[in-house]
């Protein structure tokens, strides 16, 4: 483990010895005021090549320099540009190959620090490939992983399969982002081969499951690939800021340099032991982090243990999948019954007026007999922001989602909206979804939530479900609102309630910290519900009679 780490720093700091600091000319180092924090997002935190951010924050350089920065992280390079652009951070610590795509949307980005000359990707090929994937040519009808559309692994498996004598449409581009998505798009098929970076490259080598295609860490391996260094990993900037702050960005280089220096002049050891802990090999959510010979669990592979938390449909493909006698199902029958769970889907409508509704209650109202199963809580009531005081805003639900009638979304919204006005005369509906004046269009939304289905909670269910944990899987625990759990209700709190109880259950085989307790409120005892049914009987019988859709 700590091996790992130290071998992969290693290669970043070879890398980095060939780093350059660059600074603007005209900043004056002044010391007095407090200045303003900085925002910093991180293309990947956890990633190798952007190591200097987390170094710079743990060797305390940013504070010498007078500096508060926030490091923030977004695993992808295109997204980290999109938060720059938005203004939502100062800096990006990212590819520098993103301040040119910027210049071609006519944005000016400038990079400030260039933290290495090669660009520490690594083309990666699932190892069952390898013998058909030699060189970029063989990209042709492949499923090529990069982290994101637009990001830089994007843009660099571009020019390798260009200068192969393909392009772009000669294959499938597959967003598989880094880390354990990574590893297992690679590992079940969802990717051919991948462009990625350590330590999502060394744990796919030392676990077998990747073969490394193109090395891109080095000087030499990024010569053989691209024929020549490239720029790569850089803080950059929007030039408006960075001209307008000259002294921030001073101190920011400043911080930035020092740390270079400093990994130039250190081992591969003394850089590992300044990391925060959970940072090597970015191993802390990592459930391969064991050799597989210390694994305490008797299903194959690495895992510590694993807990499932996915919707039922997902759930019973997963216990039914592999090879007969080696699945889930082989050693817990009872989980084929997953395949009897139903889940549904819940259209919502965030319905946003132009004025105030008058006179509607603070519960949630539910619209009886309602072909779709309408029922609205109004929102606007429970906000504080003075810029909703005078209009109302109520979120929807239509509980009897195949009642809408068509799968065009403004078609269906706008039948919610037609009978939400039928229960509530209050608005005028409009003919079609866009025309009624009453309604803010530009703010109200649908949304089917056919892939966000809602667990149903069926009388007779109870049997199918799933426990937390089977003896005969010692490793693998169950969550999410499907389990069997207390609460018993698709809720949020039933969900977790599951997630704590697969934590006890964790805890129970490998005690590590406090006991975790879950703290139930008091609820009211059943005999006392009855009770109070009984005696409301009268009156809610005659409020269902009185109440008639009008
Ligand atoms: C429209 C709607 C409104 C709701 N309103 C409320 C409310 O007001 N209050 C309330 O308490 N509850 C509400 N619920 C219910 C609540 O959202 C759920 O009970 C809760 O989210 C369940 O949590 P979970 O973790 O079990 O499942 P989910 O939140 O569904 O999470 C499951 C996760 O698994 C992922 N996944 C799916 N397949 C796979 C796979 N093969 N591999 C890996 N990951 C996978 C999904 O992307 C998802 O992130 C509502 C539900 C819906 C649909």
């Not at 040119?100 to 699932?126: H, N, R, Y």
Request: glycine share 8%.
């Amino acid at each position: 483990m700590r091996k790992t780490a130290v071998v992969l720093t290693l290669a970043l700091a070879a890398a980095l010895a060939g780093c350059r600091g660059t600074s603007p000319d005209s900043a004056k180092a002044g010391a007095d005021a407090p200045l303003p924090s900085i925002k910093i997002m991180v293309g990947g935190i956890d990633k190798v090549i952007y190591l200097p951010a987390k170094l710079t924050e743990q060797l305390g350089g940013f504070q010498a320099e007078g500096l508060t920065v926030q490091l923030l992280t977004e695993p992808s390079g295109a997204t980290a540009e999109n938060v720059l652009i938005s203004g939502d951070v100062q800096g990006v610590v990212g590819f520098y190959d993103h301040t040119i795509d910027l210049q071609t949307k006519g944005k000016c980005i400038t990079s400030v620090v260039q933290f290495a000359d090669v660009p520490g990707e690594v083309e990666m090929v699932a190892a069952g490939k390898a013998s058909s994937i030699r060189s970029p040519a063989d990209f042709k009808g492949k499923k090529m992983g990069v982290t994101s559309p637009g990001s830089s692994t994007d843009f660099l498996t571009q020019y390798l399969a260009t200068k192969a004598g393909l392009t772009s449409a000669d294959y499938t581009t597959v967003k598989a982002q880094a880390g354990q998505t990574f590893i297992a798009a690679i590992d079940n098929g969802g990717i051919d081969a991948g462009m990625t970076t350590d330590p999502t490259a060394a744990k796919l080598v030392s676990t077998g499951k990747g073969k490394v295609l193109l090395d891109m860490r080095t000087e030499a391996g990024a010569k053989q690939a691209l024929g020549g260094l490239y720029p790569a990993s850089s803080l950059y900037m929007d030039c408006g800021w960075v001209q307008s702050h000259p002294e921030q960005v001073q101190k920011l280089a400043n911080a930035f340099v020092k740390t270079l220096r400093w990994i130039k002049g250190h081992s591969a050891d003394e850089i590992a032991a300044k990391m925060p802990a959970e940072y090597a090999a970015g191993d802390t959510m990592n459930p391969m982090r064991r050799a597989p010979e210390q694994t305490p669990g008797p299903m194959h592979d690495a895992p510590d243990y694993i807990v499932l938390a996915v919707p039922p449909a997902a759930l019973a493909l997963l216990v039914e999948n592999g090879e007969v006698g080696r699945r889930i199902v082989d050693r817990v029958p009872h989980l084929s019954e997953l395949q009897r769970l139903n889940s549904e889907p819940i259209a919502v409508l965030d319905l946003y007026f132009t004025r105030k509704l008058d006179g509607l209650p603070r519960e949630n109202v539910a619209m009886v007999d309602s072909t779709c199963d309408l029922s609205f809580l109004d929102l606007s009531q429970l906000w504080d922001n003075p810029a909703m005081r005078d209009v109302t805003v109520l979120t929807v639900a239509a509980s009897d989602y195949w009642a809408l009638s068509s799968e065009d979304p403004e078609q269906n919204g706008q039948a919610m909206i037609q009978t939400l006005h039928d229960y509530l005369p209050l608005f005028d509906p409009g003919a079609k979804w866009g025309q009624s004046a009453d309604i803010d269009w530009t703010r109200t939304h649908y949304e089917s939530n056919k892939s966000d289905t809602l667990f149903i909670n069926q009388v007779g269910s109870e049997a199918w479900r799933p426990h937390t944990h089977y003896a005969a899987v010692s490793n693998l625990f169950f969550a999410g609102d499907l389990c069997l759990n207390k609460i018993d209700m698709a809720t949020v709190e039933a969900a977790v309630t599951s997630g704590l109880n697969a934590a006890i259950a964790i805890q129970q085989k490998d005690p590590l910290g406090d006991p975790i307790k879950i703290a139930h409120l008091p609820t009211c005892p059943e005999t006392a519900i009855l009770a109070m049914k009984l005696l409301m009987a009268p009156s809610a019988l005659l409020a269902a009679r009185l109440s008639t859709r009008r």
